[in-house]
């Protein structure tokens, strides 16, 4: 048995609670990055937006937060995106 497997076992992480303690952090965390943006852009007495419009990995990673996070917890399940099914082009 190697660490990673020790370590699971005395966590008790199963599958769902780990599921679960990941849902929590991609929920929270784009939250607490937007509200330490919102401290950032009052503290220069500037607005978010042009905090956001001035960096480009900025806007990247607010578009691409929530975007993990519904692909997530759509169906409950990891399995990745579901695409559309039609004719192909």
Known sequence: ??????????A???PKRIL???TFVLFFAP???LLLL??????AKQTITYFIAA???TTVSIIVQ??????????GSTAGPSWPTGAST
Do not use: E, H
């Not at 990673?4 to 076992?9: A, N, Y």
């Not at 919102?38 to 503290?43: D, E, F, P, S, V």
């Not at 929530?66 to 169906?75: G, H, M, N």
């Open 66 to 75: 929530p975007v993990t996070f519904s692909w997530v917890t759509s169906a």
């Open 20 to 22: 679960k303690i990941y």
């Open 12 to 14: 008790r992480l199963m």
């Open 38 to 43: 919102q401290l950032r852009a009052g503290a």
């Open 1 to 10: 048995m190697n660490w990673l497997d020790r370590l699971t076992k005395s």
């Open 55 to 57: 960096s480009p990995a």
């Open 31 to 33: 939250m607490a990055y």
